[in-house]
């Protein structure tokens, strides 16, 4: 099946920096879609992308979707203490049996202190 | 705000026992999936469904079933518990891609699944 490989693993950071994760794909997709996870709950969607080369904001994130189609980013400025949790990216299939499937990253586990 | 709703929250349960988990959408949405999740990791997904009477097995292998009998509903069943099974499980819905509508996935707020 399709993969996506989404990096950071993991980040520490400071309250107030600014966070930059991404993913990357060797498929195309029709849709990037960014999520938040904090523990126990199910994920939060945060931005959907739907054109290539599309520049989206929401508050303090912000997400494009790659040129290529096979990727994207999610930058968030001036992190806080709440932003803490897991950050997914999903990729909805562009065609073939991958078509309107959902797959996701491995998660990026974002840790800011005060 | 998602309308998507999963019961039981928790389930604690013996092994051998058959379990449903419940998963209801009221956006209209055709398109429904299940996800399992090991705490921290990545989601998997073990079901979908395009629709009524639609289902296919997912990208991980699961010895869990599902049905769509109902638009709004996407039930997951295990017919006998096992240790193996516990993790969480998430399901989300989505509308159709041609349609005027979004196609973001919203996810309900999943089952944590023990099995003792």
Known sequence: GQQLNQSPQSMFIQEGEDVSMNCTSSSIFN???WYKQDPGEGPVLLI??????????????TAQFGIT??????????????D???YFCAGQGAGGTSYGKLTFGQGTILTVHP | EADIYQTP?????GTGKKITLECSQTMGHDKMYWYQQDPGMELHLIHYSYGV????KGDLSSESTVS???TEHFPLTLESARPSHTSQY??????????????????GQGTRLTVV
């Open chain 2, 90 to 107: 998430l399901c989300a819905s989505s509308a159709s891609f041609f349609g005027l509508m979004n196609t973001e996935a919203f996810f």
């Open chain 2, 68 to 70: 769509r009998i109902r």
């Open chain 1, 69 to 82: 189609r096979k990727d994207s980013f999610l930058n968030i400025s001036a992190s806080i203490p709440s």
């Open chain 1, 48 to 61: 959907a992308l739907y054109k290539a080369g599309e520049l989206t904001s929401n508050g303090r994130l």
């Open chain 2, 9 to 13: 929250r928790y389930l604690v349960i």
């Open chain 2, 53 to 56: 009477n639609s289902t296919e």
């Open chain 1, 31 to 33: 849709t990037w879609l």
């Open chain 1, 84 to 86: 803490v949790g897991i």
